[in-house]
């Protein structure tokens, strides 16, 4: 039926034509950065501002901070794991902006990683991974016949929520001393298939973002193979790597590699005796410790070879792994993930909600996975 051409009819499309053009308005002024700005001048405007502000005031600047153009703010990136499950493991990423987590690509060698096996029920087995050049990266983990199940690197790029391979290992680790000075990862040490002591002793060095970076170099051996009992963290500090051959409260011992003098050298004893649980060091120049038994968060002060007290929590207790990243040291233990800021004044914690039937297995800090990826 044929609309009748009417003052009213025409009143009507006048009406309608203006809703539309505000419509329009609204969209584009919502797509608008800074009023009166062009958005590449206004997103350089925006770059230096904390992303927790601008997620909480516009639509516009939300949608900005989560764009590949915007720089990335650092993120948790979580190994999890069902409680009590003997292989199944996920890759999950959560976001300290909103709050929220979200799970990350699976790459199909995960599928044959063990972390608990049948004969060795009061045993968890390692899956030892590390950060570097801004990359989460696999080396060390056992499989369901316990054999070393990478036999090369398992690399995670955030930036482009992609997995690759870094270059094959002479020996696959099943467990062994891993760490990261700048752009380099350094395996030290541990089990292969077998034990053998030149395994033991070895320590070999892979630049990340080197051109030829497809090699392992071999570096100067350990002096004996005592570094090879479980899988440790070397911690790069000051040009360093420093490592003890045993967790926890135990007897240990420790070592120190220069890398400038390519040599092994033995831990000061004060580094040593505080040594009483994970270490990380911030921005590879400040170490702390968690005394996984009483829960304390010490600094190492190099200059009289002593840790300093921190702070004592409960959540702390337990401890199993830390990583540091821009002030904040991220804590795995049997309370879940906690974050401490230990740049506030005084230093705070605060609790990382996990997702609902998962526990920590290792926690990393890394740039963001754009959304979408």
């Known amino acids: 039926m044929d609309i009748p051409d009417t003052p009213q009819h025409h009143s009507h499309l006048h009406l309608s034509s203006n809703n539309s053009k505000r419509r329009k308005h609204r969209q584009e002024q919502e797509h608008v950065l800074i009023a009166g700005l062009p958005d590449h001048i206004a997103q350089l405007c925006l770059s230096s501002v904390n992303p927790s502000l601008l997620f909480s005031i516009s639509h516009s600047w939300r949608r900005l901070i989560y764009s590949p153009s915007f720089p990335p703010f650092f993120s948790l990136y979580a190994i999890l794991s069902p409680p009590k499950s003997h292989s199944f493991i996920e890759f999950h990423t959560f976001d300290p902006i909103s709050h929220t987590w979200r799970i990350l690509p699976r790459h199909p060698h995960l599928r044959h990683l063990l972390l608990r096996h049948p004969s060795f029920l009061s045993r968890s087995l390692s899956v ?116 003890v051959n ?68 409960e959540r702390l207790k337990g401890a199993e792994q830390l990583a540091a990243e821009k002030g904040k040291l991220c804590v795995v233990s049997t309370s879940g993930i906690s974050v401490v800021d230990v740049a506030a004044s005084p230093p705070r914690i605060i609790p990382v909600l996990l997702p609902e039937g998962f526990e920590p297995v290792a926690v990393h800090v890394l740039p963001r996975t754009p959304v979408g990826h």
């Open 246 to 313: 045993v967790k926890g409260d135990a007897a240990k011992e420790g070592a120190v590699y220069d890398v400038a003098e390519d040599a092994w050298k033995d831990m000061p004893e004060g580094m040593l005796y505080g040594w009483r649980g994970p270490v990380a060091a911030m921005e590879e120049e400040v170490m702390y410790v968690v005394d996984e038994a009483k829960g304390v968060l010490r600094r190492y002060l190099a200059e009289e070879d002593a840790w300093e007290e921190i702070l004592e929590n």
């Open 128 to 243: 030892q991974s590390v950060s570097a050049a801004g990359r989460l990266i696999l080396l060390a983990a056992t499989t369901h016949n316990l054999s070393p199940a990478l036999p090369r690197p398992l690399i995670f790029h955030p930036l482009s929520g992609t997995w690759s391979f870094g270059p094959m290992l002479a020996t696959p680790r099943r467990w062994c001393a891993l760490g990261v000075l700048g752009p380099a990862v350094y395996v030290a040490s541990g089990i292969g298939a077998h034990f053998s002591i030149h395994v033991a002793r070895s320590l070999e060095k892979w630049d990340v973002r080197s051109p030829n970076g497809d090699v392992w170099e071999k570096k100067t051996d350990l002096k004996d193979g005592r570094f090879s009992r479980e899988a440790i963290d070397a911690v790069g500090w000051r040009q360093k790597l420093c490592m």
